[in-house]
């Protein structure tokens, strides 16, 4: 069998089993499809006409082939292939978003770019709702990696449901680590810290700025305050 690919992306060169990957023959689709439906923004619509060349399936995941049990959650784990075109530097994460709202299924895009120096590069992205409280409608984000070479850019198979193999998933794209034990727990400290790194850089200038004492004392107050807190979660 001939596998789907994405720029020289397979399933195979992603680590992932051969009995998960989509045939060559079924795996393009239409761009077409992800509009037809569902409603998009004229700049989303505009990202996936001249920033995505091809949408490419490279992977199906499923209790069948994985050997994983059925979960609760998480019917099936796609993993799609986003070429991206021509002078497109950046994975189109409103593009990401509106074809992962669109099925219950987890999904992990491979996005594809040709660097002029650095050669075939892959970024991983997933949509996932952000940490909230039970009962409140869900907040969602799209994370994605740093491009990395195609031929380092490996998946790992983790977890024994497809609702932990997804999750683990998203660990490795969020986190960097296929662990996805209190996920979303380590997600929230892990935003928490990025905001107080730029919280303390600003508060660094706004403190060194200061002429005014009483400016300049509430600047430092409030820098103490946060280098705290990063401390805190840093050493958790």
Not at 23 to 44: I, M, N, R
Not at 137 to 155: E, F, K, R, S
Request: one cysteine or more.
């Amino acid at each position: 069998m001939t596998m789907a690919t994405c720029g020289t992306v397979t399933a195979l060169t992603l680590g992932l089993p051969a009995s998960c990957a989509v045939p060559e023959a079924k795996g393009a689709l239409p761009k077409g499809v992800f509009v037809a439906k569902a409603p998009a923004s004229a700049k989303t619509k505009q990202h996936l006409a001249h920033d995505v060349a091809r949408i490419v399936m490279l992977a199906l995941l499923r209790p069948a082939n994985t050997g994983l049990e059925a979960g609760t959650r998480i019917p099936e784990v796609l993993v799609m292939g986003l070429e991206l075109a021509d002078g497109t530097h950046e994975a189109p994460q409103d593009v990401v978003g509106l074809i992962a709202a669109q099925r219950k299924s987890g999904m992990l895009f491979a996005c594809t770019r040709t660097h002029p120096d650095l050669g075939d590069q892959v970024a991983f992205a997933v949509r996932r709702a952000l940490p909230g409280r039970a009962g409140h409608t869900p907040t969602y984000h799209v994370y994605v990696t740093d491009w990395q070479p195609a031929a380092d850019a490996h998946l790992t198979i983790a977890g024994t449901t497809m609702d932990a193999l997804f999750d683990s998933l998203c660990s490795q794209v969020i986190l960097g680590t296929p662990d996805a034990e209190n996920l979303d727990e380590r997600i929230a400290r892990a935003q928490r810290i990025t905001q107080l790194e730029a919280d303390i850089a600003k508060l660094t200038a706004d403190h060194q700025r200061a002429k005014n004492p009483q400016v300049r004392n509430q600047a430092y107050a409030k820098l103490h305050k946060a280098k705290q807190e990063l401390e805190a979660l840093q050493s958790a």
